[in-house]
């Protein structure tokens, strides 16, 4: 019978292997994000501009495209991206997500308030979307969709 032994390059090859599909895993699920909050972009922008285009303020228009862009995103987080999510309580986690999605409204709806005097009404509403966007990734992954 013989010995194997476990050479150093063996175990940086396992280390390398297992990160690398770790990796490629928080790719994919970034990925999976940015879909989710690709689709919310178009609900909100989608809204948005129908509010605007009938005589709403931006600011009120803003507002209701948040509102609907906020459910369509915790729909397709809750399915689509932290897919094991779906067993942690629905409340709790609905809760969670409109808590988030309401800090990081506040700073989309900032950046977007800020920037509305210096630019167009459209490119201030994507600034704020894309700034939110780090941040409601980070506690989404570690505080509303984390897995039971």
Do not use: E
């Not at 490119?123 to 509303?144: E, Q």
């Amino acid at each position: 019978m013989s010995k194997k032994c476990l050479h150093w390059d063996d175990f940086f090859l396992t280390c390398y292997l297992a990160s690398s599909v770790i990796l490629r895993w928080l790719v994919m699920q970034f990925f999976r994000f940015l879909c989710v909050g690709g689709a919310g972009f178009v609900v909100d922008w989608s809204v948005f501009s129908t509010l605007l285009a009938n005589s709403s303020t931006p600011f009120f228009a803003r507002l209701i495209a948040f509102w609907c862009a906020v459910m369509t995103t915790w729909l397709g987080n809750r399915f689509f991206t932290f897919t094991q999510a779906q067993r942690v309580r629905v409340i709790s986690q609905l809760s969670k997500h409109i808590l988030i999605s309401h800090l990081f409204g506040v700073v989309n709806l900032g950046v977007f308030w800020l920037f509305l005097p210096l630019t167009n009404v459209h490119v201030a509403f994507a600034l704020g979307i894309l700034l939110a966007t780090a941040g409601n990734f980070l506690l989404s992954k570690r505080w509303v969709y984390k897995p039971c």
